[in-house]
């Protein structure tokens, strides 16, 4: 159940939009008290349930086009720490997943670590990344004997039921004076979101509790004594993607396009011949406005 806001608890709001699952109807409300747009449901859900579906489904695409992607847009936020840390800087990716960006991190010199409550992905990423893991749930207090000098959160935020507690007590623990703290969420007031509605990709309600716009985030920074010190809205492989999906889905189109594409939905792949182009081209428009499908802000502790 989630009836209160995961920032600051308050149970005041209003309600913004209503998304029908075709199992549920929830709502998404912006908070009354600190403006944050989250996903209410007054029902018992089982979290363990919500990732098994085949959208969360692991796959071994290592050598897809798809994964090439996530590669070179991985390899530039690496490139840039690379510039601000020596070889041999600590980094932990908390909410590792299948270990793709921590393996990178690793070559390009990086001491790693990575925490991932879902058993099957930390197994994928030591199985075939020979990554170190920690597969535990994680509350407060040090995960190493060392601190690290960047620490990461890709894509985590908006399950957190309680992701402010979360983030505070990883940096306070964890994360060196003058480290780097990365987080990127998906970006509400995205273009791509305000074509699509309540049929937006990045919703993915009800695994999404929270819904963050690039001024909410700003806020949610300094709400933890955090320093922003670079902004992108730009991603190749969620940003590019997901514009795709709302420009199908203004010709009708349903369905789970990450599913439709693991499964290699030959429809799905001819319909996105022509639109790609578009959607690249309008992408990268929105993301110099600062309206693209991601929010990934680099931040100091102050």
């Given at each position: ?103 990178l991190a690793k ?8 925490v991932e409550t ?185």
């Amino acid at each position: 159940m989630n009836i209160a806001c995961p920032i600051c608890d308050s149970i005041e709001s209003t309600q913004d939009f209503i998304v029908n699952t075709g199992e549920q109807t929830y709502t998404v409300e912006i908070c009354s008290k600190c403006s944050h747009h989250y996903t209410q449901f007054a029902f018992a859900v089982d979290p363990q349930l919500l990732y098994n579906d085949e959208v969360y489904q692991v796959i071994d695409n290592r050598d897809s086009v798809y994964s090439r992607i996530m590669d070179y847009e991985y390899g530039n936020v690496l490139k840039y720490l690379g510039s601000l840390y020596p070889d041999g800087s600590r980094l932990l990716d908390f909410g590792s997943g299948k270990g793709i960006f921590l393996n990178l991190a690793k070559k390009a010199g990086f001491k790693t670590l990575g925490v991932e409550t879902a058993v099957v992905r930390a197994e994928f990423a030591r199985e075939k990344y020979a990554l170190n893991i920690l597969n535990t749930m994680y509350e407060s207090g040090p995960l190493d004997k060392d601190r690290f000098e960047v620490i990461t959160l890709f894509h985590v935020l908006e399950h957190l039921p309680k992701p402010k507690e979360l983030v505070q007590n990883l940096i306070g623990d964890n994360l060196k004076p003058q480290g780097m703290l990365i987080l990127e969420v998906p970006n509400l007031s995205a273009w791509q979101s305000r074509i699509a509605g309540n049929s937006w990709m990045h919703l993915d309600i009800p695994r999404h509790l929270s819904h963050f716009t690039r001024k909410r985030m700003a806020e949610f920074c300094s709400e933890l004594d955090l320093q922003i010190v670079r902004t992108e809205t730009f991603s190749w492989h969620l940003g590019v993607l997901g514009m795709c999906h709302s420009i199908l889905n203004l010709f009708g189109y349903k369905g789970k396009i990450i599913k439709d594409l693991k499964h290699y939905n030959k429809k799905v792949m001819l319909a996105l011949i022509p639109v790609l182009p578009f959607a690249l081209v309008a992408e990268v428009l929105a993301s110099i406005l600062g309206c693209g499908g991601v929010i990934r802000v680099y931040c100091r502790r102050v």
